[in-house]
């Protein structure tokens, strides 16, 4: 039986542990080794292997130091920049790495390089980096609105209880920007109220839901029309197709 851990790092990130029975782990995007280490020491779990979803430094950064120390195999995307990737993972390619069996998704826009890993079942796991995130999505660095608007039509396709584990903490951050967009949506006021509440216990608001996200990420629903009609009433222009409201959206957010 594997259980996942998030272990804090910076001053928002999560790097996401994942247990096996057998005392081995995984982690999903250290970009840092020390919390790592810790982890690893306080839980008496040896490292296996590390999966990565994009090149920025806040999701690589401890890779070679966990790499040299505990000989473990990495897993990524195809992007030479990421020094240390054993084995690279393309759209629709399987990875079976301790309890889990991973289909890997292409998920450009935040980067050009990003993938998630997503294993469906009885109990459905996504781990999609900087591309969706409680409340919100990624910034476009690399790519462009359609490109990650069609990414996160990809995830959002996935079964409403999948849970959801982004790598940061900006949950009440986009939740704010949502009822700006959105704000006659009741199902998102009370997850602002839910998810303000766990900060305040100084609890994480991750994972979320595919099906929590559908309901309450103005990036989910720019086919619903009060996103558009939100827009307007920004003084910003909606466009007629979901792909231009969700640019518009995501416009909006850069500047919010």
Known sequence: ?????????????????????????????PGDAAPVERALKERKLSLEGILITHHH????????????????????????????????????????????????????GHTLDHIAYYQAGENPVLFCGDTLFAGGCGRIFEGDPPMMHESLCKLAALPAATAVYCAHEYTLA??????????DNAALKERQRNAQALRTRGEATVPSTIGLELATNPFLRSAAPELALGLEAAGREAGAKPV?????LRAWKDQF
């Open 244 to 248: 231009e409201v969700f640019a518009g």
């Open 57 to 108: 430094f806040d999701h690589v950064g401890g890779l070679k130091a966990l790499k040299d120390k505990h000989r473990c195999r990495v897993y990524g995307p195809a992007n030479p920049a990421i020094d240390g990737i054993d084995q690279v993972l393309v759209a629709g390619d399987h990875l079976n790495v301790g309890d889990y069996s991973f289909e890997i998704i292409s998920v450009p």
């Open 174 to 183: 986009n939740l704010a920007f949502a009822l700006a967009a959105d704000p």
């Open 1 to 29: 039986m594997t259980t996942i851990n998030g272990i804090p790092a910076f001053t928002d990130n999560y790097i996401w542990l994942l247990q096996n029975s057998d005392d081995s782990a995984y982690v999903v995007d």
